[in-house]
């Protein structure tokens, strides 16, 4: 597996309250990307970043914000959790360094569980 | 937007029979990749396709593209309890890196 950690990798926090997850690869991989996976959904793009500085929407990212500020770092915040964001979150990177080939191996994180009471 | 069908949501096998998933869309594809997750797990890569009518194998599994492009199926050979976890079928979305993923088939195999 690719070198992907997460932290934290379980959380519990109140509703109302700003939460922020970590993802870090060591692979140089240019492209970033932050999920959720429910049942029966599937996992949804929340967004995904394609350079330092560089991200974009996914198909669920209402409630979500990021920010990468090096390479090697991408961070989700949740400004003011809510019940239905109670989840498990997946992060992924693609990219040999600095390739922008489409069809790119997305590799994944061990995921973070969240639950919001 | 792109998107994929992904049939059954869930089969339960017992150990030694076969399993099949499919994945189908509505548009041609440029590619589609197969990704399996273990209960608990994450996500794990397993292969791309990207020609027409194109079929690889890996020992037990045998992926296929449709002939139009716009399917393809993952068949599981005398299933074994290794084999459980659900299954993910995936497309990129357009002329972007964003990857829109199945709803995945949760495979149950029984002893």
């Known amino acids: 597996d690719a070198g992907i950690t997460q932290s934290p990798r379980h959380k519990v926090t109140e509703t109302g309250t700003p939460v922020t997850l970590r993802c870090h690869q060591t692979?140089?991989?240019?492209?970033m990307y932050w999920y959720r996976q429910d049942p029966g959904h599937g996992l949804r793009l929340i967004h995904y970043?394609?350079?330092?500085?560089?991200?974009d929407k996914g198909e669920v990212s209402d409630g979500y914000s990021v920010s990468r500020s090096k390479t090697e770092d991408f961070l989700l915040t949740l400004e003011s959790a809510t019940s239905s964001q109670t989840s498990v979150y997946f992060c992924?990177?693609?990219?040999?360094?600095?390739?922008?080939?489409?069809?790119?191996?997305?590799?994944f994180g061990p995921g973070t569980r969240l639950t919001v009471l | 937007g792109q998107q994929v069908m992904q049939i059954p949501q869930y089969q339960h096998v017992q150990e030694g029979e076969d399993f099949t998933t499919y994945c189908n869309s509505s548009?041609?594809?440029?590619?589609i990749q197969w990704y399996k997750q273990r209960p608990g797990g994450h996500p794990v890569f397993l292969i791309q396709?990207?020609?027409?009518?194109e079929v690889k194998k890996q020992k037990r599994l045998t992926f296929q593209f449709g002939e139009a492009k716009k399917n393809s199926s993952l068949h599981i050979t005398a299933t074994q309890t290794t084999d459980v976890g659900t299954y993910f079928c995936?497309?990129?979305?357009?002329?972007?890196?964003?990857?829109?993923f199945g709803t995945g088939t949760l495979l149950a195999v029984q002893p």
């Open positions: 992924a990177t693609s990219g040999s360094s600095g390739t922008t080939r489409i069809g790119d191996t997305q590799y």
């Open positions: 692979e140089n991989h240019r492209y």
């Open positions: 970043s394609y350079g330092v500085k560089d991200t």
């Open positions: 548009t041609t594809l440029s590619n």
């Open positions: 396709l990207v020609k027409s009518g």
């Open positions: 995936a497309v990129y979305g357009g002329a972007t890196n964003k990857l829109i």
